[in-house]
């Protein structure tokens, strides 16, 4: 099991400046999160998963569960951090602190100084698969700012993921992170062109990467392609063993565009958010309207979750949701890491697309 991030909600509490009984902020903020951790852990569903589980999950934190403001309480505080580069060096380790004794140790990957870390599985046929669980939160910058000083993940976080991707140690490289790479909705990786540069780079070398993110109350799958050549004959380049290397034939080739990687993403958010489902009509559930929740506004409710199945040809990635929107299917072929099949409850198909977006950006000057 993959838990992805705002496994609980600190809540509208959390962020009073003025906590109650003469407490210190930070203390009265612990106290919260361990309220709230508790509270999720004896929840009898999610106790009963975790029973069965044992230790066989990962964990990451996205904001809520890391202890910060969504955007729309900075209005109701304007001193709240929204962003986890803002937050105290105290708080950020009494965060850290709750999150490793509620959720972290009890996972295959308990140990570590960091929310983020990497565990190898080994399938049933003797392949490697690598888990990258990112945290894109904590030393988050505003994406507001110019591009240079902006981070998504805090410079020594980011060469440590750089680190882990350039040794390609797996036949396929799963990369967990609280918000999603693109979407409609909410902040991305993309916001962070800087960043994007380096990552691109590095991620062309990378054996069938997927990246499964979470966040945006919503389920959404998307390709990417990373690069695309136009080669002129004769000029094909010398076979490396990369899936999307052409053949070194050595027979005279017309001019063909090779595709030099793709990564999938698949994104999921999220599961058991408090709805009443079965007092709604298809109409209501359809048109976001329903009861409202204090933690969670009614348009943001869901119960989301996504099932990804390997087998020996496939993989298949199966999103669930409540909303029609929100069901997709997914099957990728395993050896050549194309596109297979694509379904949904809605029409569409699913668009591969070419991500140089940010190009004329990151090289233009900045103030």
Not at 103 to 108: G, H, R, T, Y
Not at 233 to 238: A, D, I, Q, R, V
């Amino acid at each position: 099991m993959l838990l992805l991030g705002d496994n609980i909600y600190l809540g509208k509490k959390g962020y009073d400046p003025h906590p109650p009984h003469g407490e210190s902020k930070l203390e009265f903020q612990r106290k919260l999160l361990i309220e709230k951790y508790d509270r999720q852990l004896e929840e009898p569903h999610f106790k009963s998963l975790l029973s069965k589980l044992g230790n066989q999950f990962l964990a990451i934190w996205d904001n809520h569960d890391f202890g910060l403001a969504g955007p729309e309480f900075r209005e109701m505080h304007p001193d709240t951090p929204v962003f986890g580069a803002a937050v105290s060096d105290e708080f950020r380790k009494m965060s850290l602190g709750v999150f490793h004794d509620k959720l972290k140790k009890k996972s295959l990957e308990p140990g570590g100084k960091h929310a983020y870390s990497t565990h190898t599985l080994t399938e049933n046929q003797g392949l490697k698969i690598k888990f990258l669980m990112v945290d894109a939160r904590s030393f988050q910058t505003d994406f507001v700012i110019p591009f240079r000083k902006r981070t998504l993940l805090g410079f020594d976080q980011e060469e440590w993921l750089l680190a882990e991707l350039r040794k390609n140690d797996a036949y396929m490289h799963i990369i967990c992170s609280g918000i999603p790479y693109s979407s409609k909705t909410g902040f991305t990786w993309t916001d962070y062109p800087e960043w994007m540069k380096k990552f691109k780079e590095v991620i062309l070398t990378v054996n069938r990467p997927l990246f499964l993110g979470g966040n945006i109350h919503s389920n959404e799958l998307a390709g990417h392609i990373f690069r695309e050549v136009t080669v002129e004959k004769p000029h094909l380049p010398p076979h490396h063993g990369h899936v999307f290397d052409p053949p070194d034939t050595g027979i005279e080739a017309p001019d063909v565009t090779i595709t030099l990687n793709r990564m999938f993403e698949a994104v999921s958010s999220g599961v058991g958010h408090p709805y009443n489902y079965d007092s709604l009509t298809a109409q209501e559930m359809e048109t976001d309207d329903g009861p409202a929740n204090p933690e969670i506004p009614s348009n943001l409710s869901c119960n989301n979750y996504g099932l990804i199945d390997i087998t020996s040809a496939e993989v298949i990635i199966q999103l669930y949701g409540t909303k029609a929107k929100d069901n997709h299917l997914l099957i990728i072929n395993k050896e050549s890491w194309t596109l297979k099949e694509y379904k949904t409850m809605n029409a569409g198909t699913l668009t591969m697309d070419t991500d140089t977006r940010y190009a004329s950006e990151i090289t233009s000057p900045q103030a």
